[in-house]
C-alpha cells in the first residue's frame, strides 16, 4: 500500500526518500506510520538529522512532513524537479 526509505548523506545525515501511498490509505494515518518508520530507523542508526525534498504541488505531502516536524532548509542537491526542502533534526 505504500513505500518509504532512507539514504545515506553522510555519517550524520540521512535522506527520506520514496515516500508513496496508494490514493486509497491517505488519510488513514499510514503516511504518519510510514514516515515516523523512517525516522525511527535514521535515529537507530545514528544519524543526526533527516532531510528531504518535494515539490510545492505535493500539499498533502508538505502538511505530513509538518506535522511530522520537518522544517524548511536550504538546497541540499540538485534534484531539478525539487522546489521544497526540509530537515528535521534527531
Given at each position: 500500500?505504500?513505500?518509504?526509505g532512507i ?18 490509505y ?6 504518519s506510520?510510514l514516515?515516523?518508520?523512517a ?7 545514528g544519524?543526526?538529522?533527516?532531510v ?5 504541488i505535493?500539499k ?31
Amino acid at each position: 500500500i505504500g513505500t518509504v526509505g532512507i539514504k545515506k548523506i553522510d555519517d550524520d545525515k540521512a535522506e527520506l526518500k520514496a515516500l508513496y501511498l496508494h490514493k486509497e490509505y491517505r488519510g488513514l494515518g499510514w503516511g504518519s506510520r510510514l514516515i515516523n518508520s523512517a525516522i525511527d530507523e535514521a535515529r537507530d542508526l545514528g544519524y543526526k538529522t533527516i532531510v528531504l525534498d518535494s515539490m510545492s504541488i505535493y500539499k498533502d505531502a508538505l502538511k505530513l512532513y509538518e506535522k511530522s516536524g520537518f522544517v524548511p532548509t536550504e538546497r541540499f542537491n540538485d534534484n531539478p524537479y525539487a522546489d521544497i526542502f526540509m530537515k528535521k533534526d534527531l
